[in-house]
């Protein structure tokens, strides 16, 4: 069978391609069972320090496969699948203590849209689009586009997205908040990589502090997210990499971050 996941690793960044590109990288089982454990292992390897996940052909996902479906049968209940199979993925992207870059090389769509979004910067090629396609099949979204699509593109936005289902362009969807960058579809593979290159050379402990206290600030009162930061600020300050910082700025030349 051919490999639904395609991983590789130079120096500290990990590429993780979702490879099922006849199908426009639909989501099956055997894909989401790859991705999981490309991604945990991305997450688990300590000389990875930033992630790339991107899709091989003209589609970066089209959200759970639609062919094993049959309409005269009934669905098996999603939800078990939900928890075991696409939970973990995004969970494990947010919560990962390194930068994950989306780069959406073509249509995303469904659950693939969610996984898009659930990057820490989402870079997009110029021809990719992004579609809230539940409802245009009577599903609602699901895989974290209710939670993304507030946060990201605000309450107006996220109701007439997951709403009207329509197809949104990569400027589009750059202009409402949901993506970072749109480049040349040619270029976006080189920035891309050459982005989580740069990241995987910043101070990775304090990344993933960063992150941490992104993830809790919209559910967080003012006062809770300045504790939240004085606490997350003294582990920052406990790092080699911020010694290593100030020394630099100080000697007035450029920082070398171990990750430490
Ligand atoms: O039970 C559960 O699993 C619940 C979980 C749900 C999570 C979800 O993600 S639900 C949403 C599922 N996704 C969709 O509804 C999107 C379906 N696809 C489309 O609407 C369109 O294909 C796109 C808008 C994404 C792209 O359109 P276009 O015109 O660029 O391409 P196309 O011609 O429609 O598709 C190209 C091929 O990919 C085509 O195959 P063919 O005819 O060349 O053999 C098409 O059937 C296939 N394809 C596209 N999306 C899917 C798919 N095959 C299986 N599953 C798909 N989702």
Redesign the pocket.
Known sequence: MADEVLSRIDGAVQTITLNRP???N??NEALMIDLRAAVESARDNAQVRALVITGAGR?FC??????SFDPNVP??D?AP??RQRYHPVIEAIRAMAKPVITAVNG?A????MSLALAGDVVLAGQSASF?Q??A??G?IP??GSTYFLPRYAGEVRARALALLAD?VSATDAERFGLVWKVLPDDQLANEAAKLAAHMSAQPTRAYALIKQALNASLDNSLSQQLELEATLQSQASKTQDFREGVSAFLAKRTPKFSGN
Do not use: E, M, T, Y
């Open positions: 006849d199908s426009l639909a989501l589609g089209a959200g759970a496969d639609l062919s669905h098996n999603p699948l939900l249509v769509a469904g659950a693939g579609l396609a539940f245009k099949i599903l699901d895989a197809r």
